[in-house]
């Protein structure tokens, strides 16, 4: 159980890291339409994750509450997303393909703050994964290992093209491709800390649960809005995204179900 749970923890980030290490086999900017694809992929594999691997089970968790089993989901949800629109406004940061940085105005370079806005973008996931393990742990009733997995696998799956919408900018910036790679691969470093962090605090999670479940679906549905879909349509009118969108959304769908 313990080895299982640790590359549940693992697993996300080993996901960014195979992504940041793209900038190693490719060269020059990330081709936009990829770029796009990749954001509505991710956008798809969160939005589907936080519906089925978190709502549902909170939902579930609350039962007992009859009629008003929606109050734990909904109260979490909103307070998951005025927390990161919290963290928003304090963290500086800056997306890849904007001129404005945002939060604080503080002299750092972009490519920093660019670190710190992917950083910002993980720390829901970190959350997610925690949350459910700390379920897993304490033998709540509707979470199991496998559905914890498949959300790990779910988000490492994502991960892949956010390590390498990092750093391989980072490198045609005129980062080298050494700096380029830790830069990505750190970024999701934020993931496996927060998750750990949750699981040590399993004892005060687990009456709150169905909460905490709601809340990181909260903060990660705040990234797909606020960041990944923006971004994903900004520009020239594509479908790319959109399409690639229902595909993420089908995948973790799919290991949801198949997996849980």
Request: charged share 10%.
């Amino acid at each position: 159980m313990e080895m299982n749970i640790a590359w549940g923890l693992l697993i996300p980030f080993i996901g960014t890291t195979l992504g940041a290490a793209c900038v190693f086999f490719m060269n020059g900017q990330m081709n936009r339409k990829v770029e796009r694809g990749l954001q509505g992929f991710a956008a798809g594999i969160m939005t589907a994750a936080s519906v089925w691997s978190l709502l549902i089970p909170a939902m579930e968790q609350s039962e007992s509450l009859g009629r008003l089993a929606f109050i734990p989901g909904v109260v979490g949800f909103l307070i998951g997303v005025f927390f990161l629109l919290f963290l928003d406004h304090v963290i500086p940061h800056q997306h890849l393909n904007s001129d404005e940085p945002e939060g604080p105005h503080v002299a750092l370079a972009k490519t920093n703050k660019m670190f710190l806005a992917v950083t910002l973008h993980n720390i829901p996931e970190g959350m997610a994964v925690g949350v459910i393990f700390a379920g897993v742990l304490a033998g709540v009733e509707g979470i199991n290992l496998r559905a914890a997995l498949a959300l790990s696998l779910g988000i490492a799956i994502q991960n892949f093209p956010e390590g390498a919408i990092i750093s391989m900018p980072l490198h045609a910036m005129g980062m080298t491709r050494n700096k380029a790679f830790w830069y990505g691969t750190f970024s999701g470093a934020v993931e496996p800390v927060g998750a750990l962090l949750t699981i040590f605090a399993t004892g005060l999670i687990v009456p709150i649960l169905p909460y905490l479940l709601s809340f990181a679906a909260g903060a990660m549905m705040y990234v797909v809005v606020e960041e990944l879909i923006p971004e994903m349509s900004e520009g020239e009118h594509s479908n790319i995204g959109p399409v690639t969108f229902a595909i993420g959304f089908a995948v973790m769908m799919a290991l949801d179900v198949a997996l849980g």
